[in-house]
């Protein structure tokens, strides 16, 4: 199902930096009209403002802010063509010592506010008969590394939610794309190395030749261009294709055994 991004209206959560901003940027440049929400309000209004968008400051560890957040945004501007969850946080460090705080926070931004907010977003997509779900999640999703295994759970149930939303939208004139990265210039990245562990065990992947770091505006042109062609995953670096694949293979052959079972009553 391709999608034509000009004159559609476009939703970037974690919008005010780094892959969020970048995306913003692509889809604006692609004819959409963007829609930024972030929690740092002055950077994501100077962007709004550049983009011709518009802002939208919010926290999405926030239940009380994530709740009514589409509708929020559909008031002012119009209903929402595409949504792009994109926002994340990482938390490392050894699990028994992490702040209970941190690890809900982490949880909530990660997982749960994606969720909630494709709730919000596909009544109205349905009813308009058109629309498309991006979710960032990541090669942590395909194993854990050391003193990330919140992180890595939280994109790993990103990644298995976005498969399952894909599969109750089968025939359904809604799309999905999952986004799943290695390594890529952020602040995020940075933080993460600083664990020594972490920053040990992509070492190593360097080594192996598994990882290689992706320019964050490579990240939005791919992303872009799959919205606009319908395809289903994103995967950057090519080469952790392999990994995915084999991690998905559970996912792929339950689907294949359920062909034909409706998703829908």
Known sequence: MTVDIRDHRVLVTGASRGIGEALARHFAAAGGRVALVARSPGPLEELAAELSGAAFPADLADPEQVCGLIARVEARGG???????????GTTGDFART?????????????????????????GMLERGGGHVVNVSSVAALGVFPGSACYCSSKAGLSHFTAGLRADLRSRPVGTTLVELGPVDTDLLERACSYLPIQRSYR???????FVNTDRDEVARQVVTAVQQGRRHVR??????????????PRRTVEWLLAGVPHQD
């Open 204 to 210: 190593r992947f360097y080594q192996l030749q598994l």
């Open 79 to 89: 209903p929402v063509d595409i949504l792009v969850n994109n926002a994340g946080v």
């Open 99 to 123: 702040p209970a705080e941190e690890l809900e926070q982490l949880y909530r931004v990660n997982l749960l506010a994606p969720v909630l907010l494709c709730r919000q977003v596909l009544p």
């Open 236 to 249: 950057l670096p090519r080469r952790t294709l392999a990994l995915a694949l084999l991690t998905e293979a």
